[in-house]
């Protein structure tokens, strides 16, 4: 079992930057590949960015390539996204999970939801 907890987001303007964090709990954390997913008001939920176990592998929406990116510290049991130059349309609920199988990029493909962090954009 693994349990997730997203933070860092926040009310900002567009061009701001913001970083969340996700903290995990789990000895084995460094052997998951991660993602970070997000979900705005009447839609689906849809993929944003996915790190593997190591960090050596990053994988991004076209929507964000360029202006997120993600990282973790598995020292830290830690997965962050940096998001810079946001944009009115990021603004949504962010979350992070466990992908089950490498390279996913459906939630389908993921487990071990945290309870997300809000992260709104002014324009």
């Known amino acids: 079992q693994v349990q997730l907890l997203e933070s860092g987001g926040g009310l900002v303007q567009a061009g701001d930057s913001l970083r969340l964090s996700c903290a995990a709990s789990g000895r084995t954390f460094n052997s998951y590949f991660m993602g970070w997913f997000r979900q705005a008001v009447g839609k689906e939920r849809e993929f944003v960015a996915a790190?593997?176990?190591?960090?050596?592998?990053?994988i991004y929406a076209d929507s964000v390539k360029g202006r997120f990116t993600i990282s973790r510290d598995n020292a830290k049991n830690t997965v962050y996204l940096q998001m810079n130059s946001l944009k009115f349309e990021d603004s949504a609920v962010y979350y992070c999970?466990?992908?089950?199988?490498?390279?996913?990029?459906?939630?389908?493909?993921?487990?071990?939801w945290g309870q997300g962090t809000q992260v709104t954009v002014s324009s």
């Open positions: 999970a466990v992908a089950l199988s490498p390279y996913a990029t459906t939630q389908y493909n993921y487990q071990y």
């Open positions: 790190i593997s176990g190591n960090g050596g592998t990053t």
